[in-house]
């Protein structure tokens, strides 16, 4: 069993950064992939950003390359989103979630999660 809890959201200007953070709770935490979903108001959600259980591959959404990285600290289970130069189509609520998954590439799929955050809100205004 895993539960997270994702912090670090708020209100930003366009071109703003923020570093979304997310605390997992339970002993497995190295045995999980990690990712980054984002939903806006009438939108599905979306793929933003994985990371493989030893934190060595990753994978982004083309809307995120070159703007956010993310990390994790395995030492305070714990996992980051670097986002930056947003701009308003940023603005969603952002969840971390832990998947089993072996595959980076699988990571990039929701269905694969089995745990997720109740998330936190990025508001990025013009």
């Known amino acids: 069993q895993v539960q997270l809890v994702e912090s670090g959201g708020g209100l930003v200007q366009a071109g703003g950064s923020l570093r979304l953070s997310c605390a997992a709770s339970?002993?497995?935490?190295?045995?999980?992939?990690m990712g980054w979903f984002r939903q806006a108001p009438g939108k599905v959600r979306d793929f933003v950003a994985a990371l493989s259980r030893t934190g060595d591959v990753v994978s982004y959404a083309d809307s995120a390359k070159g703007r956010f990285t993310i990390s994790r600290d395995s030492a305070k289970n714990a996992v980051y989103l670097q986002v930056n130069s947003l701009n308003p189509e940023d603005t969603a609520v952002y969840y971390c979630?832990?998947?089993?998954?072996?595959?980076?590439?699988?990571?990039?799929?929701?269905?694969?999660?089995?745990?997720w955050g109740q998330g936190t809100q990025v508001t990025v205004s013009t």
């Open positions: 339970g002993r497995t935490f190295s045995t999980y992939g």
């Open positions: 979630a832990a998947s089993p998954s072996s595959t980076v590439q699988g990571l990039r799929i929701k269905e694969v999660y089995d745990y």
